[in-house]
């Protein structure tokens, strides 16, 4: 083939050489993990295996090749303070991974390396400018790359424990504290003497001579929590190799930020801004958020003050202030989708199903941000105001900007700078730290992977008979993930019984809650999950103590459970509703059901109308009213397909399964053929007139092709109903209106208050045009050039450019700087005629008055605009800018 160049002929081009080596391609998983707790992003290519890995989950192949999507910019894994600022960090990544599940090792892994990276068909690099690392202790890797590849002994180095551990190492590759770990085997790249830097292991490996390329993580561990090493049950292959990276050797550059990609997105964002990319870091931060940005989103990531949410809005705010710095008016971020759907559209068409969310949700957040920087704004001008020049800005005022405002400490730093101000640092980090700690305290995403928890017998479920069971056995107790002789009061842990009647977590269920008791003690069940063929308990003992061997009662919350199995069973009349309204296409791609709520994941290429949402849930309850029974069957697989039994997505089966069949009956062909037929090994109500009421809440896009809808049933959907019937009869009330002419009198209000804004933007601007007769005489003459220099109260930021220019029309060669003041705002704006441009710059004026008044803005060399607080120095900082101007026109 002919070498890839490209990022994109180089992507491709790694995934075809793994698939002539029997590999299959795995598409890249979400980057919202799938059920692991563990992280708060996809960081990793080896992230969807991990089970693969700890030998929990088969997969029906044993070699796989992925381009996966991840973020580094959130827990453990965040690289986003230093992206924009150095050659090879990023939020946002490709990672080209090989892997294998007990099937090659090492010796295989590494030829694969070798060959794609120096053979002549594959990218080509010369042989003689690649390096590579192995464990210290690895001779069996070292004899590989040595014997095998022929790597000169020189060109091979050892590291060993190099940060202050055992196992801690640069070539020892570990997911986290705990879980699937192993040495690894790094491959680097020699640009060449005339770049500054040393090889790896030595003190000079920080510099840019010898960059990592590729890394061979041969797993073959899994490190518990108390540092011990057990052997994995199967040895195992986990590789990464940067796109980016590869992308800046392949094409000769030695900062990812100048390969093809990044080249293409910078420059688009100089154009958005209407300046000159002259490298600045500004203009690389806001190139690699639009990528973070734009997969979260289509990942199904909202902007929020928690989680995931949180850290997408962190990007957002940090691109927005980014472009602020470059002298960004109004917002722009969002503009920078479609150049990034231009670039990468083709690899994940998602991008362009889905670009027009992607822009409202961007431009919807900036628009916020735009309205929380002008409160802090006033906030800190507040807190600055109490100060004098050398004084500290406590760390409690700079933690509540942060916190409640969401303005960046380094941004807070730099306006106190300006003031002669400093920061009190060390108080705003043993804030953020106690913020720090209560994150952790939630343990949102802190799960021990050596938590997996097996016994040798699998655990018998006595749940779909029964929820309560007065003879089990307890035959495991576990806290913090290792196995103790008994739980007291108050400890949290998990407890094994030899038969339960709890359901553990799987086809989208979640697991159910509900108490063990014994003679001893009463364990709270807060959760129940599935570790292979062993249903574990997480909870907490609330009175006693719980020991092993004892016999329990297990007993399981009856109307959670209820209400668990109406949400379930709804889910499968969804199903074939959506089925029946939509097309035989829609498959079920996941759900969750809670007992409080169901959601439904589904594939389909357009919104669902209203209309069809009506019809869906019209026929959903219709077969509740059917009030058919629900019948469960157990047969073989092949004889359940033919019977027309669909399979839920992410399911595994074995050679016999459990049929639900539900609703009413048609025959077809001789063949009986209940509404809705699936395999399905969850809780389920007897009779589908037990759902008593089914209602779509909510429906909507989450990723490319994939639609979700969120119901209720049971008396929460008659809740939810109730609520809406109120609220509209409030507003019947607040219009004066009965109820079928609501719609009718808010359309109504709506066009009378655009008519309303038409006429009040048409006396805006007769009186900017009134307000410029008289400014015509307030000419005043600065350096031999004529200025006007002017506040005019009532004008906002929009009023004052048809002012400026009404005035330019009247004076063309005139210096003319305006502040419109309303509503507690300034708004900012300077005119140079294009002759007087090259001594002094619109944009300088307007930087000048920002700073004067503690707003923002800049701008182009002839017009420029901003925004600044009200502000009592207005009349002394315009009496004053007729000097700064002077200065500007006499000095250049």
Known sequence: MTQPYRSAEIRQAFIEFFQSKQHTHVPSASLIPHNDPTLLFTNAGMNQFKDCFLGIDKRDYTRAVTAQKCVRAGGKHNDLDNVGYTARHHTFFEMLGNFSFGDYFKKDAIAYAWEFLTSKDWLGLDPNRLYVTVYETDDEAYDHWHKDIGLPAERIIRIGDNKGAPYASDNFWAMGDTGPCGPCSEVFFDHGEEVEGGLPGTPEEDGDRYIEVWNCVFMQFNRQKDGTMEPLPAPSVDTGMGLERISAIIQGVHSNYEIDTFVYLIEAAAKILGIENQGQASLKVIADHIRAVSFLIADGVTPSNEGRGYVLRRIIRRAVRHGNKLGAETSFFHQMVTPLVKEMGDAYPQLVELQSKIEETIEKEETQFAKTLAQGLRLLSTELDALNEGDVLSGEAAFKLYDTYGFPADLTADI????????????????????????????????????????????????????????????????????VSQLNEGEEGVLVLDRTPFYAEGGGQAGEIGEIRTQTGVFSVQDTKKSGQTIIHHGIVNVGQIEQQQIAEAQVFSSIRAASARNHSATHLLHAALRQVLGEGVQQKGSLVTSDVLRFDFSHDSPVSREQLNRIERIVNEQIQANEPARIEHMNIDEAMKKGAMALFGEKYGDTVRVLSMGTHQYKDGVDIPFSIELCGGLHVHRTGDIGFFKITTESGIAAGIRRIEALTGMGALKYVQQGDEQLSQLAGQLKAKRPEIAERVQSLSDKQRELEKELERLNQKLASSQASSLVNEVQTIAGHQAVIASVSGIDGKGIRPLIDDLKSKLPDTIIVLVGEKSEQLALAASVSKSLSKQVKAGDIIRYLAQELGGKGGGKPEYAQGGAPASDKLPNVLQTLPNWLEAQLTNS
């Open 416 to 483: 106190a700078r300006e003031h002669g101000i400093r920061i009190d640092e060390e108080g705003f980090e043993v804030h953020m730290e106690a913020q720090r700690q209560r994150a952790r305290d939630a343990g949102k995403f802190d799960v021990d992977y050596s938590s997996v928890i097996s016994t040798e017998s699998p655990t018998e479920f006595l749940g779909y008979e029964q929820m309560q069971d007065d003879e089990t056995t307890v035959i495991g107790v576990y806290h913090e993930g290792n196995s």
